[in-house]
């Protein structure tokens, strides 16, 4: 027996590391794996056209390769990972159809959230908005953009949150994980316009005005995506000639 060989639990990760996938030792490797790349995913860890492999992924979680398998299926299935064959595996990149498809779902579906959220937000939640948003501005004076990419993820599923709607937090994810690669491509290039429509979210929700809140997030969501449209514009006018 070689008493030499490396446990999978220390191997050291042979791939770039990438945040939030760490070392795991828990039951139902599958789902914890998958929550960790959906994570990655929604966060902007992972950005578009990118190349997963299922044994570096298993290494930098320390499992075996079986939990990451089907966790990159289950993805697939979701449509949020392509796949050309299990040894090519990719973060897509979104045409401008796909793009807008999702910001016109994300526009009516988070707008109900904040629209809802207006109605039962509490002073712990406002304290969590407010939380957030103040951490994001020091994240992106910093400089620290992953930082500044997941806290933007987290107010927006803080809404459906809030608003007491599990099952919409659920449909949301997914987009989420589509649009999080993306939004990570083009953060900094956006700089503060990816935030500072949160200002008036925030504070419909204080004064409990649902269409003025449901308004702010669509604004939010189109003003800050900006720069996203210029660039699948752009890719598109490319592509056309």
């Known amino acids: 027996m070689d008493t030499h060989r490396t446990s999978p639990i220390t191997a050291k990760p042979t791939s770039r590391p990438v945040p939030g996938l ?5 039951e139902n490797l599958g789902d914890i794996v998958y ?7 929604m966060e902007g860890a992972l950005r578009p056209g990118e190349r997963l492999r299922i044994r570096d992924l298993a290494q930098l979680m320390g499992t ?22 299990l040894r090519d595996i990719r973060v897509p990149s979104l045409t401008l ?8 779902i994300r526009i009516e579906l988070e707008g109900l959230a904040a629209e809802r959220a207006a109605a039962r937000a509490t002073a712990k939640d406002l304290k969590l908005l407010e939380r957030l948003i103040r951490q994001n501005e020091t994240a992106i004076r ?29 449909i949301l994810k997914p987009l989420w994980m589509r649009m999080g690669p993306l939004i990570s491509e083009l953060y900094e290039a956006g700089g503060r316009s ?19 809140a449901q308004r702010a997030i669509a604004q939010d969501i189109l003003k800050g995506g900006e ?5 699948k514009l752009l890719e598109a006018s490319s592509h056309d000639q």
């Open 35 to 41: 929550g960790k790349l959906s994570a990655a995913l």
């Open 97 to 104: 159809e796909q793009y807008l498809e999702i910001r016109d």
């Open 22 to 26: 760490v070392a795991i030792d828990h």
């Open 64 to 85: 075996s390769v079986t939990p990451v398998r089907d966790a990159i299926l289950r993805l697939v299935q979701e449509q949020v990972l392509t796949l050309r064959s």
């Open 194 to 212: 990816m935030i500072e429509h949160h200002y008036p979210v925030l504070e419909a929700i204080r004064a409990g005005d649902g269409p003025a």
């Open 142 to 170: 910093r400089g620290d953009t992953a930082a500044a990419i997941a806290l933007n993820e987290q107010f927006h599923l803080a809404l459906p949150a809030i608003a007491g709607l599990p099952t919409l937090a659920g």
């Open 227 to 231: 720069v996203i449209l210029q660039r």
